[in-house]
């Protein structure tokens, strides 16, 4: 699948439908026909909650009050956060604003959201003042279970960062990175599944590897202990390790380690079932993860602390007025990305611009694919079509790069990289 330019990426890819015309008359459509104009809330701004309320003010044309609720002026972006470690970008370039989008007809609330009144359907701000909807979506991305790992806390991730929400975590990261001595040891602690971007704790080991052989620190170490016996783009990163970084990077999975017994900020331990790793020069703790807890404490999620949804439209299982999109969700066959979220966005946006005005909705389609970098003009990718099928959002066409693929191939597809970061990012915040 070619995902490069941008009438590529809005058109074919992120433009996808959300059900048939009784989709609207489902989700209780005539309920609200009669206001002088639907309220949609969407709680969140990136790039699911940014792009459902972009969407619906703009496809609608006014005919519904949007409202966005996000207290950050600016997002952050976790996508692509690897590449700044590793030096091909700059922090600031992650950075995006929602001018745009006020100016687009969404109306900004730059405050958190403290919870939600389903009842009264209501969202209750963080200064106590509530906002009324008659659809709701909800995209808070993850949260940490920072008791995943024992010994680490909310405290320890200012010694063993995580920078698996971007923004001061990602700057920590690339400063204790660039502190790592030639020689030095650094251990990173992966995530078990299901977590947010499957390619991306491997992508950030090949762009720390990347910043030190170049930097002339090529007898530092890195360590994955990893709980999973496999992980996204396995092949592809193992020979891209071997052949950019002989000798700088191990990986040891589950069967070997025995798990994570212990970590030690303190004195940069790790202990696991087969070892213990002392001094260690970064710790790098990606832990288990969970849907937001304003998603949790509502009581949309179940026992696995994620969302279940409608594929055919991304309302909640457990209440029809709302709709889930992106980290949160539960989304079938789909990875927790970016491209998945923005995809899952459209599918959401075109669901209540249904039910909220009558309009015509299609049936929901969704795409994605994760690129990642393992050394200068060196990518692969992976990714997918999906489409609704045994109550899931279900893959029905799927492509991932090849072991062996040419220089020249490679360096393609960190431009379509570099091309669709661009365009997703406008796609979402305009």
Known sequence: MTTLSRTTLSRRHFVAGAGTLALAT????????????????????????????????????????????????????????????????????????????????????????????????????????????????????????????????????????????????????????????????????????????P????????????????????????????????????????????????????????????GVKSVDPKTGTVVTGFETYKNAALVNVIPAQMAGAIARDAGLANASGFCPIDPESMASQMDPNVFIVGDAAIPGDMPKSAFAANSQAKVAAMAARAALTGAKAFPARYANTCWSLIDTDDAVKVGGRYAPADGKIKEVEGFISKTGESAELRRQTEQENLGWYAGITADIWG
């Open 26 to 197: 489902t989700l209780g459509a005539p309920a609200v026909l009669g206001q002088a104009k639907p309220r949609l809330v969407v709680v969140g701004g990136g790039p699911g909650g940014a792009t459902v309320a972009r969407y619906v003010a703009k496809d609608s044309g006014g005919a519904v009050d949007v409202t966005l609720v996000e207290p950050a002026p600016k997002f952050v972006t976790c996508f692509h956060s690897n590449l700044y470690l590793g030096g091909f970008r700059s922090f600031e370039s992650l950075e995006h604003g929602y001018d745009k989008l006020a100016g687009q007809g969404v109306k900004m609330v730059r405050q958190a959201a403290k919870s939600i009144d389903r009842d009264k359907k209501e969202v209750v701000l963080e200064d106590g003042s509530r906002l009324p909807f008659d659809r709701l979506v909800l995209a808070p991305g993850i949260d940490l279970k920072y008791d995943s790992v024992p010994g680490w806390s909310k405290a320890a991730e200012e010694v063993m960062p995580h920078a698996w929400k971007a923004g001061p975590q990602t700057k920590l990261l690339k400063a204790k990175l660039d502190a790592v001595p030639d020689g030095g040891l650094i251990v990173m602690i992966a995530p078990p599944n299901p977590f947010r971007c």
């Open 199 to 258: 390619p991306g704790p491997y992508e950030r080991v090949s762009m720390m590897a990347h910043v030190l052989k170049t930097s002339g620190r090529g007898k530092a170490k890195i360590i994955i202990v990893d709980p999973k016996d496999k992980f996204s783009k396995m092949g592809l990163f193992q020979e891209g390790w071997e052949r950019h970084y002989p000798g700088m990077v191990e990986w040891i999975g589950p069967s070997i380690n025995d």
